[in-house]
């Protein structure tokens, strides 16, 4: 009986010691989101703005080409990122915050509850914006550095002891800043003001960044005026912000010995906060920064031209972390095997859906997005596009409106605030999307064929938007 006793008693210890084991062997878990960053990097070849850590990273992992959020709007795209599922399904359709207080529904399972589940302590720093709590835990919450979510620098800080605990299970990092989002303080105050993107405040540890307007980038979306190049240089300063950061997080990775088996995701939830971007699903709102650095990479320092959405980001997490739920369903799929691939097959469409920002915008929104052509439905066209109220205070569009300015940017103020019902673009000929060929007979069968596949997604993800095709 003694002898069975040791035996088993060493078969338990050593079965336990397996686990822990496999534990550790599993990989640790770092999503850092950025708040209203564009493809405004180095690595995506923007040479006026400072980004040396995001292009270091880049360096060691792989910079998609070709990354979109499905909505472009803080809560709403956030629960993407978390869930897996289009914002239509999941029900967080806004901002949850204050009097906009959109839900995600309580049936949903969140990627946070999912890693935990899987044997993953969990914790979350900086920006959240999603509700409810029980749908998103955490395991903790790591709060009280100066400058808040504005300062990624103690936000890095603040995070080394959590990281560094002695435990034998893998870890999930949730980093969300909110730099580089406009100032939610702006409405109604004089334009242009320095702290618009939360300049002009004391961030203990940061070396702040300054930009010359003569010196940005302005893109094709944007108006070239002297306005809209002051408040880039403000958003290229808050962006600096953000890169030294990312460069101390992953310093503290490397001393805690922890960086070669860390999955790290880099992403913004949505386009600048600009008109034209944010807001918007034209391609400056959804088209996004994504760099992935994974530990089992082949190929480091390249590039992917798989077209990826926000719904990809929770499955890619599980599948990596061995932890994909049986019978629950993702509206997408793990992007693991096409990190090492620069043209993968099977990665040539997405879909996106944007129904509300704020709760005063409704203006739904679906799209399907191809490698050619990209078809818009605007379910409430005739509806005057509406603003968020940051973006309408903005210098870039009110000098515009002020004016009485023709254009902003390549599209002309009409066109951007009165939209047809549907718009198709052809991007190889048109990458700005300003000729909308949607009436035009040589496009017909392409626009039917887009549309066919839009409505077949949005019966297929449950979107309740599907209806519309029944009583009008």
């Known amino acids: 009986m003694n002898l069975r006793l040791l035996f088993t008693s ?11 084991a496999a534990e550790v062997a599993r ?4 999503m850092f989101v950025v708040d209203d960053q564009g493809r405004d990097a180095g690595c995506y070849g923007n040479k006026a703005i400072k980004t040396p850590n995001l292009d270091r990273l880049a360096a060691d992992g792989t910079v998609f080409q070709h990354a979109y959020c499905t909505t472009a709007s803080c809560s709403a795209s956030r629960s993407v990122i978390l869930t897996g599922l289009h914002n239509h399904s999941n029900g967080q359709y806004g901002h949850q915050h204050s009097y906009h207080n959109f839900h995600t529904r309580l049936s949903v399972r969140s990627l946070p509850v999912l890693l935990s589940e899987a044997g993953y302590r969990t914790a979350s720093i900086g920006k959240y914006h999603v509700q409810p709590e ?5 395991d903790t919450y ?25 435990s034998a299970r893998p870890f ?7 730099d580089p989002h406009r100032s939610g303080r702006q409405a109604g105050h004089p334009l242009s003001r320095p702290d618009f993107f939360g300049n002009g405040r004391k961030y203990n540890g940061v070396n702040e960044q300054a930009f010359k307007p003569g010196d940005v980038s302005v893109p094709p979306y944007l108006p070239d ?19 030294q950061g990312l460069g101390l997080l992953v310093k503290t990775l490397k001393e805690l010995k922890l960086y070669d088996n860390t999955l790290i995701l880099y992403l913004s939830d949505n386009g600048i906060a600009f008109p034209g ?16 650095r994974a530990p089992g990479q082949k190929k480091r320092g390249g590039s992917t031209n798989a077209m990826v959405s926000w719904t990809d980001l929770a499955p890619t997490i599980l599948d990596f972390a061995g932890a994909t739920p049986k019978k629950y369903k993702f509206h997408g799929r793990s992007f693991l095997e096409a990190l090492d691939e620069e043209n993968p097959k099977g990665w040539d469409e997405v879909y996106a859906s944007h129904t509300f920002h704020e709760i005063t915008m409704y203006y739904p929104m679906r799209v399907l997005r191809e490698r050619r052509f990209k078809y818009t439905l605007n379910i409430a066209s005739g509806l005057t596009y509406p ?12 000098g515009v409106w002020q004016r009485k300015d023709r254009y902003y940017g390549k599209r002309t103020v009409d066109a951007y605030l009165h939209r047809a019902k549907h718009e198709l673009y052809d991007l190889e000929r048109d990458p700005h999307e300003v000729i909308n060929l949607a009436n035009n007979p040589d496009y017909a069968e392409t626009l039917k064929r887009m549309q066919a596949k839009l409505k077949k997604w949005q019966q297929q993800s449950g979107d309740p938007w599907k209806y519309k095709y029944v009583y009008e």
């Not at 029980?134 to 955490?138: E, K, S």
């Open 172 to 178: 999930f990092l949730y980093f969300c800043t909110s």
């Open 134 to 138: 029980t749908v998103y835990h955490f």
């Open 142 to 166: 790591l709060k009280g550095n100066q400058g808040g979510a504005r300062n990624a620098v103690t936000m890095a800080q603040k995070c080394r002891a959590w990281l560094g605990e002695k």
């Open 225 to 243: 005026t002297p306005e809209c190049r002051r408040e880039l240089a403000q958003y290229y300063q808050s962006v600096a912000r953000i890169d």
């Open 27 to 30: 990989g640790n878990i770092v």
């Open 387 to 398: 603003h968020a109220s940051d973006l309408w205070a903005s210098a870039a569009w009110q």
């Open 10 to 20: 060493c078969l338990l210890a050593i079965i336990s010691c397996a686990c822990s």
């Open 277 to 292: 971007a944010k807001t918007n699903l034209y391609e400056p709102g959804m088209r996004l920064p994504l760099v992935v």
